[in-house]
């Protein structure tokens, strides 16, 4: 039985599609002004984890992640660029592209963006000016009305005058209450805009997903998730404006990442202190970092540095090290092994349970290398079936082991022929100069391993 952390409740729950079979899952994207951080990363492999399990347990998964690619901080960059939006934003799509195709994650099913949706948030806008939850303000600016929906404050566990009590918004002539957001923004001078029934503007950012999500996967739909810090306004907002707008239910199933944390104070652009994952997958290999990403549940907070790293990186060389040598193997269903992987799984994905019940089966394999390699090579077939729904040991071992990224091929043809060198030195027993040409490797970080079908080597 599949039980998933809902927000909306603040407890696990049995998890129950509204379709037998399928699931609708929608997760709010990257706005693309800049490259993506780990922090980014770290959300989106989550989520590429749920979205694997999900199709390992044989549910069909519609996955739909957005682009918002007309924003305030889109439109300072492109100025201060002295570019247009659509070239600033095609150009961080694109690096988005290749930085999530770095970690692994697997294609979403449906990518909308912003600007492709305008004719639908424009009239989700409509409709809730109609239903006397939004006005038009004397700016100009099309507003929220929070206090005419009455269940406002519900994802957030407050109500609303505790809510108005803590907001730092101040009232202005154009809002009626400080809790009131925008849904459409008038156009200022030099901005990209939009023609509406209220003016040329462009929407409010909580409206992009509404609209967006909405229109891919229907009124009411299983899982919405996203980084902890869009529960509240965001995801509150999106709640309010979708169930106001269509008169149903929003979303089942409310699921939110972690923070990554750098000296235990949350990552993001905001505070400078973020390392992109383009800057981290120079220094360590991307599956290093993706590791290290599902090494601690989604839910809890992870703290980034580089001996987290070089924790993954030894972790995955464990892996890769029992897979070496392997023979090919068959598949074994049913083990204990995959009976605990998914009992761990199935508890909200605890990836970190997941990954120990891995290790296990790395004994087995590594119990079984000598006496019985059939047996052991089955084994490994498993642990690659079940590591994959995880994401991870996707590469041939050989690769992995000598993959760290400051390999060049000089220098992988530099260690091969000091190997060469060194196993003719033994050959002709002159063990003073293979104990020297070891010793030149060790200063290179080459870790080697005599293995009955020759010397195998890595970066340590």
Known sequence: MLTIYNNFSKTKEEFTPLEAGKVKLYVCGITVYDHCHIGHGRSFVAFDVVTRYLRYRDYDVTYVRNITDIDDKIIARAKENGEAFQTLTERFITA?????????????????????????????????????????????????????????????????????????????????????????????????????????????????????????????????????????????????????????????????????????????????????????????????????????????????????????????ERFYSTLRDLPEGNDIVDTKYETRFIAAMDDDFNTPVALAVLFDLTHEINRHRQDDSVLAGNYGYVLRRLAGVLGILTLEPEVFLHSTLDITEDLTQTVEALIAQRNQARQDKDWSTADAVRAQLTTLRVELEDTPDGTKWRIK
């Open 96 to 316: 988005m592209h290749e930085d999530f195709a770095l970690l692994g994650m697997l294609p979403v099913d449906k990518e909308p963006r912003a600007t492709d949706y305008m004719p639908q948030m424009i009239d989700m806008v409509q409709r809730l000016i109609d239903k006397d939850f939004a006005y038009v303000s004397d700016n100009g600016d099309v507003y929220y009305k929070v206090d005419a929906f009455e269940n406002y404050g519900c994802l957030a566990h407050k109500d609303l005058e505790s809510l108005q009590a803590g907001a730092r918004v101040a009232i202005t002539e154009a809002k009626h209450n400080p809790l009131d957001f925008v849904l459409w923004k008038m156009a200022k001078l030099d901005e990209p805009s939009w023609e509406s029934p209220w003016g040329a503007g462009r929407p409010g950012w909580h409206l992009e997903c509404s609209a967006m999500s909405n229109d891919c996967l229907g009124n009411h739909f299983d899982i919405h998730g996203g980084g902890f810090d869009l529960k509240f306004p965001h995801h509150e907002n999106e709640i309010a404006q979708s169930e106001a707008a269509n008169g149903e239910k929003f979303v089942n199933y409310w699921v939110h990442v972690g923070f990554v944390q750098v000296n235990r104070e949350k990552m993001s652009k905001s505070l400078g202190n973020f390392f992109t994952i383009r800057e981290v997958t120079k220094k360590y290999h991307p599956e290093v970092l993706r590791y290290f990403m599902i090494s601690s549940h989604y839910r809890s907070p992870i703290n980034y540095s580089q001996e987290s790293l070089e924790i993954a990186k030894g972790a995955l």
